[in-house]
């Protein structure tokens, strides 16, 4: 494995408006053609570090955004001469055609494979402009289109999922796949859980991610490289850019390590956190996007001796800028490690925390997701992101609002009390999120710091449903893990919101709405299973605008258009992928959409066709 400092070195100047060609030969390329490839967005501004042990900022920022910059991932059989491993050639070819160009980066084992994973970071590109890229020479040649600098060149379109979890690429998660690439959107965003790997290195784990990595970007006949038409001008090989989320099944020895609490095990001790993560083996972004190791450094008591490997133990969260309209911000909220840590939890089993992992209470987070992203939100002294961008959408795994598994608890506590207000203050309008394994839409959702008139606050605890907890916990233990501050109606006596630490959560009409996935490959689950019995239905009340369903029927992607006045989200179940294929009108399980303009959500009438409230 190589591991020097990444080089990008070109054979040509760059122009203001194309590449000035030059009399320099490119270097030669490898012998050996790519069994997969894939690219990333790359982003170096207002990344919002924080170095808690400074209380500083961490990297300086660089001079590029994700609509200038790419990362080019492809796999091959390692080159005689190693030197040609991680070298690729590369070129602009519409709207004007540049000189070839050579970028050098780094190559990595890839675990249990004869492959090696090949990277490069790519700077200095132009916006909305289609690139052309080789890693053989007289080999076969891919393309990759960059974001546009403003929503007024062209509308953006974005297909999310979560949850393939293969092996298990049946009918509905090729048709998904399929009606994914039909859109030839500009991004595929991810909402975690890729395969289920467990956080383990081993065989059967590295057939698993190849499975997924050939069956999107094979390069005979992955689904995501396809012939891109602009200006009667066809690009063949056009890869769709992946973006990666972290779910819990790529953390840890065991897909729950960060949540000590989710688990159950007769074993004498916890699993460790593994530092090699198969996610942030594969991909560069948001592991490496932000330049510091996770809350589980090399000399953590609970790390994995064995498993620290140089660079590698990033922390698996992170945002995209592009120009002014769109901040997409990646959280890892499989973890909860954010502030002090709890006292006196227990797991599933009734046994204290501190009895397995005696550090627990004593050392926590030395990353804290809280702090990075207010500062990315709302530097001091300077604007706040809010005020710079257009449309803020965060991605995480583990639903806030889902109806399949325990929330409102413990679990969610610190996102609702600090994540969720610092969102909604700087005008997030759609929050996407997976997991459970059905679909949910949230009500509109907004948030104030005052009790709103004719309403009282009412303690509600949540007995635990899920196998195995309510007979190991006590009222005591109940009351202070699994209480929740309702907002009450003063005349109905209805609940109409939710309190955490001086927030005042309740529907609003221009509010944020939270999607969870069912995402395409993962087993199904149905609304209340596995302790969703709780707070989740109030969020998801039909009566209010929201909907949760589960079963075959919540299969599905979810594609949204940003423009520069208006965010637009439709779903689809794999059973229109006929329609897709045909030309034909597909039909939505949902279209909505928020006119930035207007004070309320609109949805799309399927009898009439309008627009109507929400």
Request: charged share 20%; with cysteine; net charge negative.
């Amino acid at each position: 494995m190589t591991t020097g400092k990444l080089l990008i070195r070109s054979a040509c100047l760059i122009g203001l408006l194309f590449f000035i060609s030059c009399n320099t030969e490119p270097l030669p390329l490898g012998e050996h053609e790519a069994i997969r490839t894939y690219v990333e967005f790359a982003d170096g501004t207002n990344r919002g570090m924080y170095n808690p042990d400074i209380e500083k900022s961490g990297l300086p920022d660089e001079d590029f955004d994700a609509t200038t910059a790419m990362v080019i991932n492809w796999h091959r059989l390692p080159e005689d001469d190693a030197s040609r491993d991680a070298r690729v050639h590369y070129r602009m070819v519409h709207p004007q055609q540049s000189s070839w160009m050579l970028a050098e980066g780094e190559s990595y084992e890839f675990w249990h494979r004869e492959e090696l994973v090949n990277r490069v970071i790519i700077t200095d590109l132009q916006p909305n402009s289609v690139y052309e890229y080789k890693v053989k020479a007289e080999g076969m040649s891919f393309h990759f289109r960059t974001m546009p600098a403003n929503l007024n060149q062209r509308p953006v379109t974005i297909v999310f999922t979560s949850d393939h979890q293969n092996p298990g690429w049946g009918e509905n998660a090729h048709n998904n796949a399929r009606m994914a690439a039909l859109q030839k959107p500009d991004m595929f965003v991810v909402a975690g859980d890729f395969v289920n790997d467990e956080g383990v290195v081993s065989e059967q784990s590295a057939g698993r991610w190849e499975d997924y990595l050939n069956t999107l970007y094979g390069v005979n006949e992955g689904y995501f490289l396809y012939d891109l038409t602009i200006d009667d001008q066809q690009f063949s090989n056009t890869v769709i850019p992946h973006v990666s989320v972290v779910g819990n099944h790529e953390t840890g020895e065991e897909h729950h390590i960060r949540w000590p609490a989710d688990l159950y095990t007769s074993q004498p001790s916890y699993p460790q956190y593994v530092a090699a993560n198969w996610l942030e083996l594969l991909f560069h972004w948001p592991f490496k996007s932000e330049g510091f190791y996770s809350e589980y450094r090399p000399d953590h008591p609970n790390m994995n001796p064995e498993q620290v490997m140089e660079g590698f133990g990033q922390g698996g969260f992170g945002k995209l800028s592009f120009g002014d309209y769109l901040m997409l911000i990646g959280m890892d909220n499989s973890q909860n490690w954010e502030g002090e840590p709890d006292k006196g939890l227990r797991d599933w089993q009734g046994n204290l925390i501190t009895d397995r992992w005696p550090w627990f209470e004593t050392h926590h987070s030395t990353v804290r997701q809280d702090l990075w992203l207010k500062n990315l939100l709302e530097p001091e002294g300077g604007p706040s992101a809010g005020e710079r961008y257009t449309h803020i959408i965060p991605v995480w795994h583990r639903g806030l609002f889902g109806t399949a598994r325990q929330n409102m608890t413990f679990k969610n506590r610190n996102l609702l009390a600090d994540w969720l207000p610092l969102l909604y203050r700087n005008g997030v309008k759609l929050i996407k999120e997976g997991h459970d394994h059905l679909y949910t839409r949230t009500v509109p959702l907004g948030i104030s710091g005052e009790l709103p008139v004719n309403s009282y606050l009412e303690k509600v605890v949540y007995e635990p449903l899920s196998p195995g907890w309510s007979a190991v916990f006590d009222e005591v233990y109940l009351d202070q893990y699994f209480s929740i501050n309702t907002i009450m109606d003063s005349t109905s006596h209805e609940i109409v919101g939710w309190e955490y630490e001086g927030n005042y959560i309740t529907p609003k009409e221009d509010g944020m709405i939270a999607i969870g996935h069912g995402g395409w490959a993962g087993g199904r689950r149905e609304v209340g299973q596995r302790g969703g019995g709780n707070a989740g239905f109030w969020y998801v009340d039909p009566e209010k605008g929201g909907e949760s369903f589960g079963g075959e029927e919540s299969f599905h992607i979810h594609i949204v258009t940003l423009t520069s006045h208006e965010i637009t989200t439709k779903a689809f179940h794999p059973n229109q992928l006929s329609n897709f294929e045909a030309g034909s009108t597909p039909v939505p399980i949902s279209t909505f959409r928020r006119v930035l303009s207007a004070d309320h959500w609109q949805v799309l009438d399927s009898q009439t066709g309008e627009w109507v409230r929400y």
